[in-house]
């Protein structure tokens, strides 16, 4: 499995961004793909994620409603479209593909048994 996370850059406050997953390598029908973020000195943390089958959703309380998590099936490609976004959004966006994941575990890291490189996402004041 490969996952190629795209889209990160230098954005003001308030601004907005389209974060891209290019998935390869599997057929992910039965896949939870996530969203991640670390800030510099910070852990990684949970930010959305959404099953590919069925499309069902999950979003960190710190992001919710400002965030929207898709997938385009045709392109095996999962989007993260972030607004409103603030300095503390500030961080390195990983993409992640977990097998088999549970409601329940979609929130945890530990669920994800794959991982792309990671897009620097930097939001100005």
């Known amino acids: 499995v490969q996952l190629q996370a795209s889209g990160g850059g230098l954005v003001q406050a308030g601004g907005s961004l389209r974060l891209s997953c290019a998935a390869s390598g599997r057929t992910f029908g039965r896949y939870v793909m996530g969203w991640f973020r670390q800030a510099v000195g910070k852990e990684r943390e949970f930010v959305a994620a959404i099953r590919w089958s069925g499309g069902s959703t999950a979003y960190a309380d710190s992001v919710k409603g400002r965030v929207t998590i898709s997938r385009d099936s045709a392109k095996n490609t999962v989007y993260l479209q972030m607004s409103s976004l603030k300095p503390e959004d500030t961080a390195v966006y990983y993409c992640?593909?977990?097998?088999?994941?549970?409601?329940?575990?979609?929130?945890?890291?530990?669920?994800?048994?794959?991982w792309g490189q990671g897009t620097q996402v930097t939001v100005s004041s």
């Open positions: 992640a593909a977990g097998f088999g994941t549970i409601t329940s575990m979609m929130r945890a890291i530990r669920a994800y048994d794959y």
